[in-house]
């Protein structure tokens, strides 16, 4: 079970550091165009293995990856002062067009992990490029929403008092500010929202639904305030994702992937609940919305399609 | 964070062992009324703490359990030949009788997990009793239909080819024949039951139904036919309940507990959703049936009244 | 990485359990030639999944071994009222025979673990079998003095107060009677036991050693007189013994294995510290012994090499 | 069991992570002087319980540790350009100067693990602080070289083709410089080192040991060169020593505690093996050394007091 992480920024190497610790994997393999930060990265995780089980560490180049049966890419740049979001995207998707058929070439057996933002253009792109060099789609899979879906969760039990084991709730959609809170499908321990609120003497009015929602869709402007990035809740999301597929667990998460249509929009990629096991996202479930979710999902996919449409046009 | 395990036959070893394994809590005592069984118990798990965290186990007797934050009860005896369900009621009655007392003597500030069958009117006697000692009712849980749950949710995964992790399905009342599994509100990963099959094109036909609803209220008489008693499953809901208590987790569990009111009978232990934490269950939500799971349910309760009145009236 | 359990008895059963709640692998199959009790094991162990991380579950025959990387064996049969030690061992030699060679077939890749008694003679047969059957040697492990192992330090923790997880202590030689607790290498974080004791102004008399000494030797008569059996300390062994395997951890564990030469005694089979990863063993250490260590080691061959010259003449 | 973490840069953040994620202790409080980071922190760990055990995150200030039982102290300023040592040292002893008592006054039940550098110096003065706020002096740890002793097993580890696991190697004296690699009592699964090397033909000559000496006391140096902080290995560390606290292990650990003489040098704090259990720091091992190692730690102890003496003298 070799695993490797490719741009070790705060979140692949939060993330390394987490897949040692859970033990998810015996060996990792840290790539960065910066071979002194993986390198000192996997020097820095190697001394906290001593605490936790036996992990093999080290840092390399793509060509280290072979025979990797799940890699994680978390490689990127950060906008330039003055730059459009439209050229940092192209400078990213020029970055993947460099890697993935590389990390392809090295691991053609392994399952992609998509965590750079644009999160789903990113994974749009990188499915093209591997598909281009012989990966099936269905081996790359973005993290999409399943941070945004673990801050639901994490919000609502705060407010309800409830572990947020127990809060069952779903973000759909882009992984960014059209995403799609699915609050008709939440439930409390087997109990529709809003029967739990009402037995439980709680207001589910506009106030607590606005704060919930401005609390996941702000979270990462939020934090990025307040620490200049986040990668604690993502790394986390990155180790269960990779659990699945080495454990082959076919939980269902919300992650990103390439669909022919959603909501009537043609080839975009986005969140939706999906099965995932060994060879990658076996099986994606179709949400259960109401008028106004599946309005704003179509959005969300809109969105993200002129995103698409405005990069092709630019290349 | 003492936890005392009093009965440690085939439950209650196996649920010290897993307490151990899982590093829930940091001192187990072992209590049985056969004293080498509990110290043979205590000798062989001191053996498996190596492999795992550091813990302190010992047997000892019910003064011993002074200072424990949680005690496990899963003491019991048999039924012998020829004897009546309600004789064997009343002996396990008779031991809660001069246990429970000694119990919340020893160990004042607990919380009980009963784990004895016929689990809930055990629970109901252990709640009467613990009570008159002086412990507040919402401090004794049965584990009730916890395991139940757990067999409804790993076999529909099972069925569905999902990990039972992202099938979330509840059953509730009695830890017996007249349990209900709440077919109308299971959901894969958000969605309902009925449309996920449909995507999925699985016939949620009533062979599918029938055969999972077998198996989940015959469960406990295959195993026992097969291999004498169960043991595995139970010990793993006991120490997931044991981790919601110590750690104030407030996750939702389908506990037994002593209810004023079900679907209008009145004073009645049997398992509804419930809200685990430091102090014991800290809330029931009220689940949401159709018509035929309120008849069920309110059918499941009766039975048991039943048993607890016959109980009664031979006292 | 899927994992094959091959005898669910209380050893075999327990085991899997195990390795389910630990999430070391992702498939377990489950044998015994009581298919019933299999299925029944099966069964408990899949509902304490949902407590757990998703791991498949599933009983069936040897062929189901199909690709697994890892097969613990656990079969045999117990000693008859007036059968001698060798016509027991002989009818678990007979087991073996007709067991390992379709084991090795259904899973050619796999790491066999052997748990039977007499620990080291089975460990023996089944290597001498493997290998006929064109498994390389070195992936033939008995679990050994592992357990004995686990018992001194846990009991030299328990006396020295100190967290079994700090003293470094080995057992060596035959799992049985005549095995070698190695006290002149003991340790206490870096110290030794005798330094250890004077600064903490602990007797370390002949009674204190005797005592250790004896809950070691004696440790399983005494649980098997309290409970019938022993299992869990076996089971976190293997479990631990298994995780070395499959995330190729290069652990060092006492574990037994075929020799061809120990203290002078010719080919055979016991346990010394031996290093642990993806292949098997993949290196024996040779322990620093004092002479009476040595004598005692030596003691411990001829005796399992008498047993097996019993057996090979009586074949 | 509430935990604070008071300093949330990278070690104190990291450190709280660890801690949720490996779910030690059933709530953290973050504490900061710069109360933004401390809640961007908080929220970024928040948005990763849901992919773990259930555990309460909050930010606040030092009184929200009231009935914390253990406080992780991280806070410190860094080196400004053409500050002298000292001058740093004095600006990190005001901090705890002003810190120490309010958390003892807060959280008087506590046990303190200090992380931050100098680490012996700041031990020091915090214990000092907490004593006369009232505090056993047992009951402050400073996490010392815990971290040396982890670069030292993984390295050696490394080199030597064994998990880290099964090399028992110490560092002693300063985190830092003039820091101890007690090679004189390395083993390896039981075998002294200069054993296990010529068994394995492995050559333990001076350049191997001066690479390994190199990489332990160089480590720090070497990761913040590429990355800027080293955080994940101490983050590791102080969870194991959180561990050890509150599950009253009686584990051995390399921790730094004020002690009245080592190696003839009176009243230093430094690193020697300690034993950690509920109420702190609850004995301390004297190391077997050789004759280098004794002098190398009566240097390491005298650096120690003249930072001291220095520290006092400019007071
Ligand atoms: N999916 C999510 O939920 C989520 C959450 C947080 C962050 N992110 C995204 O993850 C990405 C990484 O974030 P970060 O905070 O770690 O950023 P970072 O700037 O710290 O790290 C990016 C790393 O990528 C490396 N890199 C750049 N080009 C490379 C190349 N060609 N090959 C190898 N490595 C290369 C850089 O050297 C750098 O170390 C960003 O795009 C960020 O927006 C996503
Ligand atoms: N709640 C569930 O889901 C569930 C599941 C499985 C079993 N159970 C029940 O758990 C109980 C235990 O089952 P088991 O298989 O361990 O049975 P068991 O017979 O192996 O163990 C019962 C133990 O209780 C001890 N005991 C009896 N009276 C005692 C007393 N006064 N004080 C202390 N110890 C006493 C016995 O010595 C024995 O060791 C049974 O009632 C069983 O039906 C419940
Ligand atoms: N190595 C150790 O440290 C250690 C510790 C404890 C027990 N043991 C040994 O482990 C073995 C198992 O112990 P147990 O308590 O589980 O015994 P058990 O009698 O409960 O289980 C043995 C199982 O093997 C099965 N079996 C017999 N022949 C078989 C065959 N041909 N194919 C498949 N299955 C077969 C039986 O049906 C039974 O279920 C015993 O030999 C015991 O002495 C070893
Ligand atoms: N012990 C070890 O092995 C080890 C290893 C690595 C780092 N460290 C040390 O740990 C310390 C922290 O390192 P870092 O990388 O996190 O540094 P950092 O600068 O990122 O964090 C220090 C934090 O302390 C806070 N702080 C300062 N004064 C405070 C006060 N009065 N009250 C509350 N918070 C205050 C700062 O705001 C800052 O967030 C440093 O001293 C570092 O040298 C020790």
Chains 1, 2, 3, 4 share one sequence.
Not at 285 to 297: D, G, R, S
């Amino acid at each position: 079970m070799k695993i490797g992480v490719v741009g070790t920024g705060f979140v692949g190497s939060t993330a390394a550091y987490t897949l040692a610790m859970q033990a998810v994997g015996s060996e990792l393999v840290l790539v960065d165009h910066q071979p002194a930060l993986a390198q000192a990265h996997g020097m820095d995780i190697l001394h906290a293995v001593p605490f936790s089980h036996p992990v093999q560490i080290r840092s390399g180049d793509i060509a280290d990856l072979h025979g990797a049966q799940l890699v994680v890419v978390a490689a990127g740049v950060n906008q330039q002062p003055g730059e459009t979001r439209l050229a940092l995207l192209q400078r990213n998707a020029a970055i993947f067009s460099a890697l993935i058929p590389q990390i392809v070439q090295a691991a053609p057996d392994a399952v992609l992990i998509i965590a750079t933002n644009p999160l789903d253009i990113m994974t749009h792109i990188a499915t093209r490029i591997a598909v281009a060099a012989g990966l099936p789609a269905s081996r790359v899979i973005g993290t999409g929403t399943m941070l945004d879906t673990a801050r639901f969760r994490a919000l609502l039990g705060e407010k309800l008092g409830i572990a947020s084991e127990s809060v069952h709730a779903y973000v759909l959609g882009e992984h960014g500010d059209s995403e799609v809170l699915v609050w008709s499908s939440v439930h409390i321990g087997g109990i529709p929202l809003a029967d739990f609120a009402a037995a439980r003497g709680i207001a589910l009015d506009d106030t607590l639904r606005a704060a919930v929602d401005h609390g996941v869709r702000r979270a990462a402007y939020q934090i990025i305030q307040g620490k200049g990035a986040t990668y604690f809740g993502i790394a986390s999301a990155i180790t269960a994702l990779s659990r699945a597929v080495l454990f082959d667990e076919r939980c269902v998460y919300t992650v990103s992937a390439m669909h022919s249509e959603v909501e009537g929009i043609p080839s975009v990629s986005l969140s939706l609940p999906g099965i995932i096991g060994r060879n990658g996202l076996t099986g994606t479930l179709k949400p259960v919305l109401n008028a106004a979710e599946h309005a704003a999902l179509q959005t969300s996919a809109s969105v993200i399609l002129q995103h698409i449409q405005a990069m092709d046009a630019a290349a």
